[in-house]
């Protein structure tokens, strides 16, 4: 049985299977209504997130009849199949109205809301896609798989417990900028106050989308690409007019505070020209941060990828004249490979000649240590962009934008312990579905977390929760706990029947307010 009750009744609390049998019914003589095998699909991504294949088998072996009330038989392919084309052309309605149920329901802040998109990788060619859905395409994907397909989603999470109230699917192949304004309209139906303050990353920045934002009222914040404050500009800065932060990260919780990062800020102003002339200028807050985290791994990365340039460049010396470099072409070609490969370009010097006595190529290179300095004038200095009003200091403004990893760990979920990538389905229709079904499962994931960790509060652990230890609750570890729960099924007369429940069993279901004897 597992989490299967858990899972039963955050569906009823947001009304899952009501919203949809609304937008797409059925007959009346059909034996389920797609709402009920969306709820089953939900079920089965949360208590066993493999590939989407045989749910019949899943739901005979789990107690989906007793929760749901479904015969396993009528779980079929065929009929998942059809309830995913059915909701298909509904999803945005759904959508929205599950995350108003969610906002209502469990009383969420969205008066913030983080913004951020992935990658999804797919299996097969998908030649023939309905041009209403989210198109597979080549793009650039999060898990570094350039040979395959891929559709995108967005996820907007709120700040109050990481809840994904907001979803999208989108081309494989879709410019994250150019998304921006379409998922800020969408959020101002769901979000209250109406100027909420909307987080994301350097995607988020563009004057197209800053200046559609501040036509909305709605309040933005994300960190600046060097299109917009380029390094000329951050190797200028002085550390010393910048003012401490009193932030620790939560890395760094545990270390001493001598080993901790630290972060520096100071402010100015920028503006921001439109492409054409009778555009308006946008007046923005400008805040640099200094990052002695960021620094450090600048400084890191900086010295790997100068040595391992060294190191083919030094093959490249010893090899000149061989059958591989036999002339200033060959050996031209190569610099060109392992500059790029090696991403050193901007510091690489090279002189490529021919020995007049040999006829051999003859190669002199160093790294120019004036670009060097240059570059590292720059390390740990990144910029926010920013609409916020003048009474949001500049470090206030740093813990903002520094909340937008809970958009990133929800996406960690995502790929994790609901088992998304890679997928293969018939087509783009059901795909989109799809990915509307796991994220709900997500939603209902966060949910489940945030109502544990406001249920113990003060307390910001729970008692044997890993390894028999305290541990802050996730909703891994929750799920993880509730997996042993059992039910017998009815035999010989007798009903089905629940074994008690462990300590920590009982204690979750308690701050759930789940009664697994009385599924919904």
Same mark, same amino acid.
């Given at each position: 049985?597992?989490?299967?009750?858990?899972?039963?009744?955050?569906?009823?609390?947001?009304?899952?299977? @009501?919203?949809?049998?609304?937008?797409?019914?059925?007959?009346?003589?059909?034996?389920?209504?797609?709402?009920?095998?969306?709820?089953?699909?939900?079920?089965?991504?949360?208590?066993?997130?493999?590939?989407?294949?045989?749910?019949?088998?899943?739901?005979?072996?789990?107690?989906?009849?007793?929760?749901? +009330?479904?015969?396993?038989?009528?779980?079929?392919?065929?009929?998942?199949?059809?309830?995913?084309?059915?909701?298909?052309?509904?999803?945005?309605?759904?959508?929205?109205?599950? +995350?108003?149920?969610?906002?209502?329901?469990? @009383?969420?802040?969205?008066?913030?809301?983080?913004?951020?998109?992935?990658?999804?990788?797919?299996?097969?060619? &998908?030649?023939?896609?309905?041009?209403?859905?989210?198109?597979?395409?080549? +793009?650039?994907?999060?898990?570094?798989?350039?040979? *395959?397909?891929?559709?995108?989603?967005?996820?907007?999470?709120?700040?109050?417990?990481?809840?994904?109230?907001?979803?999208?699917?989108?081309?494989?192949?879709?410019?994250?900028?150019?998304?921006?304004?379409?998922?800020?309209?969408?959020?101002?139906?769901?979000?209250?106050?109406?100027?909420?303050?909307?987080?994301?990353?350097?995607?988020?920045?563009?004057? @197209?989308?800053?200046? #559609?934002?501040?036509?909305?009222?709605?309040?933005?914040?994300?960190?600046?690409?060097?299109? &917009?404050?380029?390094?000329?500009?951050?190797?200028? *800065?002085?550390?010393?007019?910048?003012?401490?932060?009193?932030?620790?990260?939560?890395?760094?919780?545990?270390?001493?505070?001598?080993?901790?990062?630290?972060?520096?800020?100071?402010?100015?102003?920028?503006?921001?020209?439109?492409?054409?002339?009778?555009?308006?200028?946008?007046?923005?807050?400008?805040?640099?941060?200094?990052?002695?985290?960021?620094?450090?791994?600048?400084?890191?990365?900086? #010295?790997?990828?100068?040595?391992?340039?060294?190191?083919?460049?030094?093959?490249?010396?010893?090899?000149?004249?061989?059958?591989? &470099?036999?002339?200033?072409?060959?050996?031209?070609?190569?610099?060109?490979?392992?500059?790029?490969?090696?991403?050193? #370009?901007?510091?690489?010097?090279?002189?490529?000649?021919?020995?007049?006595?040999?006829?051999?190529?003859?190669?002199?290179?160093? &790294?120019?240590?004036?670009?060097?300095?240059?570059?590292?004038?720059?390390?740990?200095?990144?910029?926010?962009?920013?609409?916020?009003?003048?009474?949001?200091?500049?470090?206030?403004?740093?813990?903002?934008?520094?909340?937008?990893?809970?958009?990133?760990?929800?996406?960690? #979920?995502?790929? +994790?312990?609901?088992?998304?990538?890679?997928?293969?389905?018939?087509?783009?229709?059901?795909?989109?579905?799809?990915?509307?079904?796991?994220?709900?499962?997500?939603?209902?994931?966060?949910?489940?977390?945030?109502?544990?960790?406001?249920?113990?509060?003060?307390?910001?652990?729970?008692?044997?929760?890993?390894?028999?230890?305290?541990?802050?609750?996730?909703?891994?570890?929750?799920?993880?706990?509730?997996?042993?729960?059992?039910?017998?099924?009815?035999?010989?007369?007798?009903?089905?029947?629940?074994?008690?429940?462990?300590?920590?069993?009982?204690?979750?279901?308690?701050?759930?307010?789940?009664?697994?004897?009385?599924?919904?």
């Amino acid at each position: 049985m597992g989490s299967l009750p858990v899972v039963a009744e955050f569906c009823r609390r947001l009304d899952v299977a @009501g919203i949809i049998d609304r937008a797409c019914p059925v007959r009346s003589v059909a034996h389920l209504s797609h709402g009920q095998v969306i709820e089953a699909l939900i079920a089965n991504r949360l208590t066993s997130p493999t590939p989407l294949v045989r749910v019949l088998d899943w739901a005979k072996q789990w107690a989906v009849e007793e929760v749901f +009330g479904i015969d396993p038989v009528s779980l079929n392919d065929d009929r998942i199949g059809r309830a995913l084309d059915a909701i298909a052309p509904e999803l945005d309605s759904i959508i929205g109205s599950v +995350g108003a149920q969610a906002i209502s329901t469990f @009383g969420l802040d969205v008066s913030r809301l983080h913004w951020d998109m992935t990658s999804i990788s797919l299996y097969g060619a &998908y030649e023939h896609n309905d041009d209403e859905f989210a198109a597979p395409k080549f +793009g650039h994907p999060k898990d570094r798989r350039p040979d *395959l397909k891929q559709v995108q989603a967005g996820l907007a999470v709120t700040t109050d417990g990481g809840v994904p109230v907001f979803h999208r699917a989108y081309d494989g192949g879709a410019g994250e900028v150019s998304q921006v304004v379409g998922a800020m309209t969408a959020l101002q139906k769901l979000a209250t106050p109406p100027g909420f303050l909307l987080v994301g990353d350097s995607k988020l920045v563009s004057y @197209g989308n800053l200046a #559609a934002m501040s036509r909305a009222k709605v309040t933005f914040l994300a960190p600046a690409s060097k299109t &917009y404050v380029p390094a000329t500009i951050l190797a200028t *800065l002085d550390l010393d007019a910048a003012t401490e932060v009193d932030y620790v990260a939560q890395r760094d919780a545990a270390k001493p505070p001598d080993q901790r990062g630290r972060w520096r800020v100071f402010e100015d102003t920028m503006t921001m020209t439109g492409p054409r002339k009778r555009d308006p200028v946008l007046h923005l807050r400008r805040i640099f941060v200094h990052s002695t985290a960021r620094a450090h791994a600048a400084v890191t990365a900086r #010295a790997k990828k100068l040595d391992r340039a060294r190191d083919d460049l030094d093959r490249l010396s010893r090899g000149l004249g061989s059958r591989h &470099y036999p002339d200033a072409a060959a050996v031209t070609a190569r610099i060109t490979a392992i500059s790029r490969a090696r991403k050193v #370009a901007r510091y690489l010097r090279t002189a490529v000649g021919t020995n007049p006595a040999t006829g051999k190529p003859t190669l002199e290179w160093h &790294y120019d240590e004036h670009a060097l300095a240059t570059e590292a004038a720059t390390d740990g200095w990144y910029a926010l962009l920013t609409n916020l009003p003048a009474d949001t200091d500049p470090a206030e403004v740093l813990r903002r934008y520094k909340a937008q990893e809970t958009v990133e760990r929800r996406y960690s #979920a995502f790929k +994790g312990p609901l088992a998304v990538a890679p997928m293969f389905l018939n087509n783009n229709r059901r795909i989109a579905a799809l990915i509307t079904v796991i994220c709900l499962a997500l939603l209902i994931f966060c949910l489940i977390e945030r109502q544990v960790r406001t249920a113990i509060a003060p307390e910001t652990t729970l008692e044997g929760l890993y390894a028999g230890r305290p541990a802050k609750p996730t909703g891994r570890l929750i799920f993880q706990a509730l997996a042993p729960l059992r039910l017998i099924p009815a035999a010989a007369g007798h009903p089905p029947g629940i074994p008690q429940p462990q300590p920590l069993q009982a204690r979750l279901l308690d701050l759930l307010g789940v009664d697994p004897t009385q599924p919904p």
